[in-house]
């Protein structure tokens, strides 16, 4: 069967700190790959999709970046994070004919971020 | 109109409730539309799927109505596990990825 892992789970950072948030899928090949943002009270927000290695889609412009080194990996960063990155970060995985197709969205257990 | 709206709540009902919630879309091209579930401080999961007029599974039950562009979301018999968050969730125009509402969050109290 398949799983997601990120890690970490929680974690507090300063302003102007990197920030490197993983994603590793098993049991599937060829995913397609997001990372989703939730801030407190709001919905949540698209920030990167990769349908294979190398190919990043950037939804929103920010000072956050991702990269996809592997089939299965999913990488989330920042070079210095601001107040406003504070939120619940969400990695997902869908199959290849999935996802806006048949709804199919599997999500990762999150990484609370909160940034002082 | 926004891609996805939905009623932020919260649904106060007791138990043994029948309660339902509305999500209005503006992707017209769609053809299939889904109702996520998000327990407090966890990850969202698939609850149902909606492709045509409606789907039911057990006590929910998902309609459909494009002339209006909105999906409802129909609880019965509600149970306290049923407290969380309920989200909609709609291709966009493009179908490259998946819009989520907001949120409609439910309170099931004994």
């Known amino acids: 069967s398949q799983t997601i892992h990120q890690w970490p789970a929680t974690l507090v950072q300063p302003v102007g700190s990197p920030l490197s948030l993983e994603c590793t899928v098993e049991g599937t090949s060829n995913p397609n790959l997001y990372w989703y943002r939730q801030a407190a009270g709001r919905g949540l927000q698209l920030l990167f999709y990769s349908v294979g290695i190398g190919q990043i889609s950037s939804e929103v412009p920010q000072n956050l970046s991702a990269s996809r080194p592997q089939d299965r990996q999913f990488i989330l960063s920042s070079k210095k994070l601001l107040l406003s990155d504070s939120g619940f970060y969400l990695c997902a995985w869908s199959p290849l004919a999935g996802g806006p197709y048949t709804g199919e969205l599997f999500f990762g257990e999150g990484s609370r971020l909160t940034v002082l | 109109r926004k891609e996805v709206e939905q009623d932020p709540g919260p649904f106060n009902v007791p138990e043994g409730a029948t309660v339902a919630f509305n999500c209005t879309y503006s992707n017209s091209a769609s053809q299939s539309f889904f109702w996520y579930r998000q327990d407090c401080r966890k990850e969202p999961k698939l609850l149902m799927s909606v492709y045509s007029s409606g789907n039911e599974d057990g006590r929910f039950t998902a309609q459909l109505n494009r002339a209006s562009q909105y999906i409802s979301l129909l609880i019965r018999d509600s149970k306290l596990s049923d407290s969380a968050t309920y989200l909609c969730?709609?291709?966009?125009?493009?179908?490259?990825?998946?819009?989520f509402g907001t949120g409609t969050r439910l309170l099931v109290s004994p």
């Open positions: 969730v709609v291709p966009n125009t493009g179908f490259q990825k998946l819009v």
